[in-house]
């Protein structure tokens, strides 16, 4: 069985290129990040962690924790982020893991149990491994997304779901499509009308089961 949306991730002991971590212990109490990459020194996968170095402010401020997977070794992760540092002027601050026997990659489901790496292979067998994970503070899997080798990640997305995920989590309000900080929210339809007017005091019914509020400060 694959790992799904609310399923708490495996407490793996995972070596990174900043020593050798527990899955549940560098999670704590925070939100966290984990994004995957199929090979060290890729075209892509350079610029998407570029992306995330940028946005460590970001990161901070919504209290939340980011760390790479790539399936390649702690001396190519320490090499490759002169590169990434060299290529988006931000250096790479956050650990990745070493992912060498897959453990990471096949207990998060994104390669088969009897996938192997291949002498001389390329990023091609182990393309799969290219998904985004927000985790909660729960440890549990909030969020999963995936993409192809040939497209690069929208990583202002990610920040975006992350507020929508820390907003839904704090308020218990749902979240509207392309919503962002400071739009309005909608009600649950467990919440009665007289409920949500306590609450959010005015609110627009749309239909009888869209109602759309502004978050109360």
Not at 50 to 61: I, M, Q, S, Y
Not at 130 to 149: A, C, E, H, N, Q
Not at 198 to 209: C, D, I, N, S, W
Request: net charge negative; proline share 6%; charged share 25%.
């Amino acid at each position: 069985m694959g790992l799904r949306i609310n399923d708490i991730i495996p407490d793996l002991t995972v070596a990174t290129d900043k020593g050798s971590l527990s899955l549940h212990d560098w999670v704590g109490d925070s939100w966290a990040i984990l994004f995957s990459h199929p090979k060290d020194f890729t075209p892509v996968c350079t610029t998407e962690f570029g992306a995330v170095a940028r946005l460590a402010p970001e990161w901070e401020k919504r209290g939340c924790k980011v760390m790479g997977i790539s399936v390649d070794g702690v001396e190519d992760h320490r090499k490759w982020k002169g590169d990434i540092e060299t290529a988006s002027g931000a250096a790479a601050g956050f650990p990745i893991i070493a992912d060498e026997d897959l453990a990471v990659s096949k207990a998060f489901d994104m390669l088969p149990a009897e996938a192997v790496l291949p002498d001389g292979r390329t990023p091609a067998d182990s393309a799969t491994v290219r998904s985004v994970f927000i985790i909660g503070p729960d440890k549990k899997v909030k969020l999963m997304m995936t993409y192809p080798m040939s497209v690069g990640r929208n990583f202002a997305e990610v920040v975006r779901a992350l507020d929508a995920l820390q907003t839904t989590e704090r308020k218990g309000v749902a979240t509207p499509a392309d919503w962002n900080v400071g739009e309005d929210v909608i009600i649950p339809t467990s919440v009665s009308d007289a409920d949500a007017k306590a609450k959010f005091g005015e609110f627009e019914t749309v239909l009888p089961y869209l109602r759309m509020a502004a978050l109360p400060n």
